[in-house]
């Protein structure tokens, strides 16, 4: 029964214990400049989806899906992954570079996306604080196969230890670079269009300064999170002082974020979880 069904991972998983964390709202900010950076997986995004137009929607929809694989149930869990397989078998998009056609769902793609995004997962959950062993974060890796099944790669083709990711990346860098599609998403990452409901207030002459600060702050701490190869290609400086600086930025923001109500840090996929964990093991939520 799904009362009884506690998803792909649960309370004693890694993955519960990072997605814990506010801070991760940072961290899909991270993947996406970090993703932008491989050209056929840029370009497959800018043919296929309407994220200028609809960019809090594809924010909100991506959240959701994240959750429902890390919180939801296995039937819930299964069913969001068969829906983004349905999804991508249909897409197709040119690559700039050699007008080569290719699919979206190609297991390279797939896999960039995947790897791009738990390693950002990762790192900004443990450089805003959070204190993982060496077994651990090797069982995050391990444990986030399943989701990478989900999207439809073999498992057994998926970096599942530290030590996997960084000899991924080393072998991918190559194949990365610098392409006017990426920049212009990157300023669209940067500074994207208000939502209508806090735009209406400017409209009649409001200022709306600490909020758009306040994203700025949030967009430039991601991209200097980013790996040091990574910020060059984006035209900043790879030095251990930028780091140093971002990971004092995630820091106080983890500390901020965690004086935040219960109900507001907490999506409800995460309190039903919660709620039916409690529930078999006979505790309080």
Partial sequence: MDSDDLGLFGPGSVTW?????????????????LQSLHPRAMAGVAQNSN??????GRLVRTATYVGTTIYGTTAEAEAAGLRVRRRHARLRATDLFTGEEFRV?????????????????????????LPLTADEIDGYYTEQRRSAALVGLDPATVPGTAAEVADYYRRIRPELRMT??????????TAPPIPWKLSLPARIGLNLGPP???????????LALLPAWAR????????????????????????TLATLPRRWR???????AKERAARLAGTPA
């Fill in 266 to 272: 907490e999506g409800p996929l995460q309190q039903a």
């Fill in 232 to 255: 060059r290609m984006y035209g900043g400086l790879g030095l251990p002082t930028t780091a140093l600086s971002a990971d004092l930025s995630v820091r106080a923001l983890r500390l």
């Fill in 105 to 129: 769902d190609d297991p390279e793609l797939l896999r960039w996306v995947h790897v791009t995004e738990v390693e950002s997962f990762l790192d900004t959950a443990r450089r805003a604080g």
């Fill in 212 to 222: 758009r600060w306040a994203y700025f702050g949030i967009a430039g701490t991601a």
């Fill in 180 to 189: 006017r599609e990426a920049a212009e998403t990157a300023l669209f990452l």
């Fill in 51 to 56: 994220y200028r137009s609809d960019a809090w």
């Fill in 17 to 33: 214990k990072v997605h814990e964390e506010p801070i991760l709202i940072v961290a899909g900010l991270r993947s996406l400049y």
